[in-house]
């Protein structure tokens, strides 16, 4: 029987498909073989001699010693572009929070909880949170991966313009695309002529504090 630890809550129709007699799974698995972990850092804990691979659900995979797993012949697993629509859509609401300034709209409406005439102070009051719309705007994206991708391929279909920047964009990467996406030579050309920018880079040595 192969025994898993999960480090952190993972989705049931996942460990589902890790079923007796074959699989173990439990969060206080002893001498585990493998480790199921999201956001968990690992990186202070100790290793389990038992350990024979590690699977993230994400992509990053800063929160594992890969160094230590790869000196003691751990296998280390991730899944890129697993949650890349989640994280897409968490961009776009961004994009809208701060553009169209709805949280502070939010916060405006419950300081007039006991307001006489309500109506006329939201009317006098609202077009402070218009906000610029997106449409027409230009999205600088600098990471085409399966996140970034996606993220470009919403802002124009939201209206907006889009430019990317990736130096090592994959031929998979490139097909998912749309034709309309700008290609911008430098980091330096997107940031210049933006409106809006979107960051989709690994947390590495090469990129930590490069913007």
Known sequence: MFKIQTLNAIAECGLSKLTPPEFEVSEDCKE???????????NSMAIPKSLLAVARAGAGVNN?????????????????????????????????LSSRKIAEGVAWTKT????????????KGKSQFIGPELKGKKLGVIGLGAIGAQV???????????CGHDPFLSVDAAWSLSRAVKKACSIEELISTSDYISLHVPYTDKTKGMY
Not at 32 to 42: A, T
Request: glycine share 8%; aromatic share 4%.
């Open 32 to 42: 585990p073989q493998g480790i199921l972990l999201r956001s968990f850092d690992m």
């Open 64 to 96: 594992i010693p890969i160094e230590d797993c790869a000196n003691h012949g751990i296998v280390v697993f991730n899944t890129p572009g697993a949650n890349a629509n989640a994280v897409k859509e968490l961009v776009v609401a961004a994009l809208l």
């Open 112 to 123: 007039l909880t006991g307001t006489n005439d309500i109506s006329k102070t939201v009317e």
């Open 152 to 162: 470009a391929n919403t802002g124009y279909a939201l209206g907006m313009q889009v």
